[in-house]
């Protein structure tokens, strides 16, 4: 889609949409832990890390939504300002915590100390049913890879492809 083989989820603001829900719960859950088991605690901060990068992708792509297409420029520098206010925002949240900074840090590195076998089972299907869709993309992403423009010359719906791809 960004013609780039460098470009990785970070660039329209995946990582950090993420990683700033995932601050608000690590602050803020101890809060709530009076209501919520362990276990519970878990899947609330796979659920807001996943629902944080959701909405980033989401926000980036209405602004670099036009009248009749979407303009990858746009969506690349929306990306990198929503990065931007939800790093300041991460700055934020955890200027305002205690302990939970060491929780953050752990987590931000790829933390697998809640990782179970159920848990997996669980993610797999969120993994290996995009990944399946998108390799069923491939001859149009190949062919969006030399250009919007030749790709539509191809029959590709390149609007169309475009919000498949954002949307996997």
């Known amino acids: 889609l960004f013609r780039n083989p460098l470009v990785e989820p970070g660039i329209i603001g995946i ?3 993420a990683a700033l829900m995932a601050v608000v719960v690590l602050v803020f859950g ?7 088991t362990p276990d ?4 609330l901060l796979l659920v807001a890390a996943f629902s944080g990068s959701l ?3 989401y926000i980036a792509y209405q602004f670099s939504k036009g009248a009749y297409q979407t303009d990858v420029t746009i969506l690349i520098l929306a990306g990198v300002a929503i990065t931007a206010l939800c790093a300041a925002l991460m700055g934020i949240v955890i200027f305002h915590s205690n302990e939970t900074l060491r929780s953050f840090t752990f987590w931000s590195m790829g933390d697998l100390s809640g990782a179970s076998w159920d848990k997996i089972g669980f993610a797999i299907w969120l993994i290996v049913l995009p990944a399946v869709a998108l390799i069923g993309q491939s001859q149009a992403l190949n062919a969006m890879a030399l ?3 030749e790709a ?5 719906e390149v609007e ?3 919000h498949r791809i954002i949307l996997l």
């Open 30 to 36: 101890p809060t709530f832990a009076a209501f919520l």
């Open 55 to 57: 909405a980033a992708t």
């Open 152 to 156: 539509r010359h191809l029959g590709v």
């Open 160 to 162: 169309k492809i475009k």
């Open 147 to 149: 250009g919007e423009s």
């Open 40 to 43: 519970l605690t878990t899947w």
């Open 15 to 17: 990582s950090n949409g």
